[in-house]
């Protein structure tokens, strides 16, 4: 795979301005993690961590999110990580329609570029900008759900929100967490199943 156009596409995310969040962010966060990587995990959009380093998902909630994976036997280093909105809104405000739609080719190049067998959503809006679905996270996560998007034929599996299991940290039977490290062992298995020997 030739690396350039990832990296093209790179500068041309950290150099954006096709949304007003340009004005008032840090650092656009593209991304990161391997380019060859059968599995991709696209969240909301950066927080304030995330501003200030340019990295995705590096805050409490990134950082639990990291633990579960870790625990669930998918490292984060696995996987390309990245966001459906590259800016952080001020006060982690959900990103508008239009600020959504304005990162939409971002996000799109990313993944024809990466071409994964499987993308995990963390939380509503990238479950929504993908699967176009009304439905709750409650209701959607731990599935596996196909759809067509920008072209591409994606095979999606959402996650609850990592900020949601911030504030729900029991370990109970059935609790967000347990059923979340569930959820990410059978993402688990998709991808092996996707992508013998991963
Ligand atoms: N950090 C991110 O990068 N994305 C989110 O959705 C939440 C926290």
Same mark, same amino acid.
């Given at each position: 795979?030739?690396?350039a156009?990832?990296?093209? +596409?790179?500068?041309?995310?950290?150099?954006?301005?096709?949304c007003?969040?340009?004005?008032?962010?840090?650092?656009?966060? %593209?991304?990161?993690?391997?380019?060859?990587?059968?599995?991709?995990?696209?969240?909301?959009?950066?927080?304030?961590?995330e501003?200030e380093?340019?990295?995705? %998902?590096?805050? +409490?909630?990134?950082?639990l999110?990291?633990?579960?994976?870790?625990?669930?036997?998918?490292?984060r280093?696995?996987? %390309?990580?990245?966001n459906?909105?590259k800016?952080r809104?001020?006060?982690?405000?959900?990103?508008?329609? &239009?600020?959504?739609?304005a990162c939409?080719?971002?996000?799109?190049?990313?993944?024809?570029?990466?071409?994964?067998? $499987?993308?995990?959503?963390?939380?509503?809006?990238?479950?929504?900008? +993908?699967?176009?679905t009304?439905e709750?996270i409650?209701?959607?996560?731990?599935? +596996?759900?196909?759809?067509?998007?920008?072209?591409?034929?994606?095979?999606? $599996?959402?996650l609850?929100?990592?900020?949601?299991?911030?504030?729900?940290?029991?370990?109970?039977?059935?609790?967000?967490?347990?059923l979340?490290? &569930?959820?990410?062992?059978?993402?688990?298995?998709?991808?092996?199943?996707?992508?013998?020997?991963?």
């Amino acid at each position: 795979m030739n690396d350039a156009p990832f990296n093209a +596409l790179r500068n041309e995310v950290v150099a954006c301005e096709r949304c007003p969040l340009a004005e008032t962010r840090t650092h656009a966060v %593209f991304g990161e993690g391997p380019e060859r990587t059968p599995v991709v995990l696209v969240g909301e959009a950066p927080g304030a961590k995330e501003d200030e380093s340019g990295r995705p %998902f590096v805050g +409490l909630s990134g950082r639990l999110l990291g633990e579960l994976l870790e625990e669930a036997g998918l490292p984060r280093e696995k996987l %390309f990580i990245t966001n459906t909105v590259k800016c952080r809104p001020p006060e982690n405000r959900l990103p508008s329609k &239009a600020e959504t739609a304005a990162c939409r080719p971002f996000l799109a190049a990313q993944l024809r570029h990466i071409r994964p067998r $499987l993308v995990i959503t963390a939380g509503n809006a990238p479950t929504r900008a +993908l699967l176009g679905t009304k439905e709750g996270i409650t209701t959607l996560r731990g599935r +596996l759900h196909t759809c067509v998007w920008e072209g591409m034929e994606l095979s999606v $599996l959402p996650l609850f929100h990592p900020s949601y299991l911030l504030r729900n940290r029991g370990r109970a039977e059935g609790s967000p967490i347990m059923l979340t490290l &569930a959820d990410i062992r059978e993402a688990l298995r998709l991808a092996r199943e996707f992508t013998p020997g991963f």
